[in-house]
């Protein structure tokens, strides 16, 4: 059979505070009802999701997830980014709602994807869609001539390494502290040959995951120590989105 669709159905504490999340990421509400039960279908494009309410439920302990497939990561992200922007000032990395950057998944065979974690607590795991054609599926910074990259074309070291595990754990399992104590290992002893680029991802990623661990004070450190990483003028190229990135976690950071 062709065009069969499945529609995720998510637990949330309030399907109105749900459904106004969901608005400013671009959805439109094609039902609702109050009663007998509260529930909330919401609609952007071809992505279908669906909420029940539920009385004193606990976002912080939902298990509610589903798995989104796009051809074009990067765009969605951007489309989703561009309405936390303009409703909130800033796209959220802690707490409830947030959402992560695109990077490349060690546990999704390398492709790309991100996460939205919406006022339910429901992760919303949004992955590049499966293709013969691998090099549009892998993101993070472009690899470099010469240096020893693996068959994805992801650059190879105990940083790549430390930050691939780093994402596994944080963006995929939600464990930030052990996300933290990884790129801590790495990061306090750094190769002469690491990336620049990747030195400053790896950095402004440890800022993000502070402050999922309201831990400000080392999310300022880590934004210093990305500061200080030389780069050329190729380099900033490439690394202009996490410049940008780093430049919104630095406004979010309380004042100390």
Not at 2 to 24: K, N, Q
Not at 48 to 55: A, N, R, S, T
Not at 59 to 78: E, K, N, Q
């Amino acid at each position: 059979m062709a065009d069969e669709l499945t529609v995720p159905l998510l637990p949330c504490a309030s399907i109105d505070t749900v459904a106004d999340f969901y608005r400013v990421l671009g959805f439109q509400v094609t039902h609702r009802q109050s009663r007998p039960n509260p529930y909330v279908a919401l609609q952007r494009e071809d992505l279908h999701l669906h909420f029940f309410g539920l009385p004193d439920f606990d976002p912080a302990t939902s298990y509610g997830s589903c798995l989104v497939l796009v051809p074009d990561v990067a765009a969605l992200h951007a489309a989703f980014a561009e309405g936390m922007r303009a409703a909130y000032g800033r796209v959220p990395v802690a707490g409830i709602p947030r959402m992560t950057r695109p990077r490349p998944r060690r546990n999704a065979d390398g492709l790309t994807g991100f996460s939205v974690v919406d006022p339910g607590g429901n992760w919303i795991r949004v992955s590049a869609r499966p293709s013969t054609d691998r090099s549009a599926e892998v993101g993070g910074p472009p690899p470099v001539p010469g240096r020893a990259e693996n068959r994805t074309g992801a650059p190879r070291g105990r940083l790549a390494d430390a930050l691939r595990n780093a994402v596994v754990q944080a963006d995929s399992r939600g464990d930030h502290r052990q996300a933290a104590k990884i790129l801590d290992g790495a990061l306090a002893r750094p190769d002469a040959d690491d990336d620049p680029v990747l030195a400053v991802e790896a950095l402004v990623y440890r800022a993000e995951i502070a402050m999922a661990l309201d831990d400000p004070d080392m999310a300022r450190t880590a934004l210093d120590r990305a500061r200080r990483v030389p780069l050329s003028d190729l380099h900033r190229d490439r690394a202009a989105d996490t410049l940008r990135h780093a430049a919104e976690l630095d406004a979010g950071i309380p004042p100390g």
